[in-house]
């Protein structure tokens, strides 16, 4: 919980990514300072989900080489669960769907990892039905069990649900924009641009423009074939939507739109 | 040897004061018990249930034993109805609410019972669900059981809190038996929970169940088997439900190192409504095998049954349920689904669905799932911090909560789920 001020939250240094022996990130460097909002763009297969995941050490995503620093700390010997705890979050393109287990009683065990004491059933209650009103949800989202018969929109505003509650230092947004139509976009980007703060960094990443009309980034990164290409303001955004990708020469076709 | 058993058996329901009738019932049953052959593994019942440590020949009333442990009540007496203890063979009614008595429940032993309500008692007790016929336990059963508890919610009587039997056991073989029976338009909740500590000897219990769901009636049975770690275990579940009932059983199976329910549902009356549910948590070298019958014999007619097995360690499950539909019974809505939850390479489940329609203008269908647990979940509740063990432990829970959910009595769904938890987390592991 120790105050940023200003400095790097996120360093990624020359990263290498292979995923079942395939090389999918050839070389990624990345700052996301605090407080800011960095869009990572790029078509289709060029590692932006990889990236994602190897940020919060999914296991079958191997990092061959390189560094990424949290808060000044090499993370990548830690586990998932360790991340976390430090402060890292990420909003699944496909949050997986776990029976039986409510969201209520799922996000306190989660917050209380977090916390060095337990909070109180009644605050965290407190807590929850006030970002669920933020992100207006009905409150009897809260026994439904995680994500489970979700509607694509729900499971999204469920992920930024977990993020304001979880008030991690570290945002990764895979493809939140993805399966969502227009009102619920606003619902989702209106709540991460509450949460932007002093302290709050976040890493967008999207294959499209659309979703950054709404989240306004400081800083937009090209990733093409594992590398970062291109780094520029919120007009690069703008211009990739115009020309796409095919300026950077990538294999840019299957769009899954 | 036997004929002495006979006699011995003669002499305790004699000592006991028992009435002729029982007595000679008893004798009846020890009859069949001798002349009925054990299982073997050629019946398809037993093919994949080892049978071959009961001492068959050694069966006998209970001797007297070691006092069984002091355990905790699983709730405070005053948040149920009624409070029954059977300690070896001896039976404690420890309370009664006063909104039970003033409704005219009765909670007595089964033994006091066969004097005071000798016509209900005689008429239900082994006759139409579980007779001795029904097999060799069944038998072995009625010739043996002492104590036991008798239950009668009277027409109309709606209770508001659980009635609580528990069945404490130490080193002594038990037969613990249970007749539940609920008038027209009542309403109750029974739980039965059978305990002896980690450290007992209990080598063997055999249980019977048998449960009278009047018309228009709603019961609620919650079964919990907490026997030690060297128990082998058996159980027979019985229900009879009349038209328009409701009934609801929950068979939590947690303890012993063997254990074989065989539960069934018989709906008999139009509108009758029944729900069998089921959960096991097994670990180490834990065996268990559960039965099931829903046996529509009624036209318009619903069952739906939810059995979920976690295993652990190198346990085993067995479950087998038959769904029947009688020639006439048309318009019966039958569900059945097993569902079965591995925490690691070494455990076995079998599941073994079965359907036998005679009727053809009916609804009845059936699944089974057996998994691992899922790389993804354990990723995606760790990227929210829970470490490997908490994320397990929440998936567990997350496997049972459909079963827990299903228990009407919340007072038995927290008991439930306080003990679920506690083995879970390892407190009354072996």
Redesign the interface.
């Known amino acids: 919980m120790t105050a940023t001020n200003g400095q790097t939250t996120l360093s990624i240094r020359d990263l290498h990514v292979s995923v079942e022996d395939a090389e999918i990130l050839r070389g990624v460097t990345l700052d996301v300072p605090a407080g800011e909002v960095h869009a990572l763009m790029g078509p289709n297969g060029s590692g932006k989900s990889t990236l994602a995941n190897a940020l919060m050490g999914h296991p079958a995503y191997d990092v061959t080489a390189g560094q990424v620093h949290f808060k000044g700390r090499d993370v990548l010997d830690l586990e998932t669960d360790e991340r976390a705890r430090l402060g890292m979050f990420l909003a699944f393109q496909y949050p997986a769907e776990i029976p039986g287990v409510r969201v209520a009683s799922f996000l306190r065990l989660a917050l209380n990892a977090r916390r060095e004491s337990e909070i109180s059933v009644m605050a965290f209650r407190r807590l929850l039905l006030e970002k669920m009103q933020m992100l207006r949800m009905d409150p009897k989202f809260a026994s439904r069990y995680l994500n489970e018969g979700f509607s694509g929109g729900e499971k999204k505003r469920n992920e930024i649900l977990q993020l304001a509650v979880l008030e991690p230092e570290l945002a990764i947004l895979d493809e939140t924009d993805s399966g969502l139509d227009i009102d619920a976009l606003r619902i989702v980007a209106d709540g991460v641009n509450r949460l932007r703060g002093s302290d709050l960094g976040v890493l967008v990443i999207t294959h499209y423009q659309r979703l950054l009309n709404y989240i306004e980034p400081d800083r937009v990164h090209v990733l093409i074939d594992g590398r970062v290409v291109e780094s520029g303001g919120k007009e690069l955004a703008e211009r990739l939507e115009a020309e796409g990708y095919e300026r950077y020469g990538a294999a840019t076709t299957s769009e899954d739109a | 040897m036997t004929s002495t058993t006979r006699d011995l058996i003669a002499d305790l329901s004699t000592s006991h004061g028992e009435p002729g009738w029982l007595r000679e019932r008893r004798a009846a049953a020890w009859h069949v018990y001798e002349t009925t052959p054990a299982p073997t593994w050629s019946d398809e019942e037993w093919r994949r249930t080892d049978t071959s440590w009961v001492d068959w020949d050694g069966a006998a009333p209970a001797a007297n034993g070691a006092d069984p442990a002091r355990l905790a009540l699983p709730m405070e007496v005053s948040s149920a109805s009624a409070l029954l203890r059977q300690r070896g063979s001896m039976v404690e009614v420890l309370y009664t609410s006063p909104e039970a008595r003033d409704a005219g429940v009765t909670v007595v032993s089964l033994a006091a019972a066969a004097d005071t309500d000798g016509a209900t008692v005689a008429d239900r007790l082994g006759t139409d669900l579980a007779p001795p016929s029904a097999g060799k336990l069944q038998a072995m059963n009625a010739a043996l059981w002492s104590g036991g508890a008798f239950v009668r919610v009277p027409e109309g009587a709606k209770l508001t809190a659980p009635i609580v039997i528990v069945i404490d056991a130490a080193d002594q073989p038990i037969f613990p038996r249970t007749l539940v029976s609920t008038g027209a338009g009542s309403s109750a909740d029974v739980l039965e929970w059978w305990r002896s500590s980690q450290a007992a000897t209990l080598g063997f219990a055999n249980g019977c169940v048998e449960l009278f769901v009047g018309a228009g009636s709603k019961l609620s049975y919650t079964h919990v088997q907490a026997w030690g770690s060297h128990t082998g275990s058996f159980l027979t579940q019985y229900a009879s439900v009349a038209r328009d009932a409701e009934l609801a059983t929950t068979n939590v199976t947690l303890g012993g190192r063997f254990h074989k329910g065989a539960i069934a549902a018989t709906l008999t009356g139009p509108g009758a409504n029944v729900r069998l549910n089921g959960m096991a948590y097994l670990d180490g070298e834990q065996f268990a095998d559960h039965h099931t019958l829903q046996d529509h014999r009624t036209t318009d007619a619903a069952s739906d049954l939810l059995y979920v097995n976690v295993l652990d360690g190198s346990a085993r499950s067995v479950y087998a349920g038959t769904i029947m539909v009688q020639p006439h019974a048309q318009r019966s809505n039958a569900y059945q689904q097993n569902r079965n939850l591995m925490l690691q390479r070494g455990p076995r489940a079998d599941s073994i669905p079965r359907l036998e329609i005679m009727a053809d203008d009916v609804r009845c269908t059936h699944g089974s799932t057996t998994s691992t647990i899922?790389?993804?979940?354990l990723?995606?509740?760790?990227?929210?911090?829970?470490?490997?063990d908490?994320?397990r432990s929440?998936?567990v829970?997350?496997?049972?909560?459909?079963v827990l959910d299903r228990i009407p009595d919340a007072t038995v769904r927290s008991a439930v789920r306080t003990a679920v938890r506690a083995k879970l987390h390892g407190t009354a592991a072996a």
């Open positions: 899922d790389p993804m979940h990723y995606y509740l760790g990227s929210r911090g829970l470490g490997l908490q994320a929440l998936i829970d997350g496997t049972f909560e459909p």
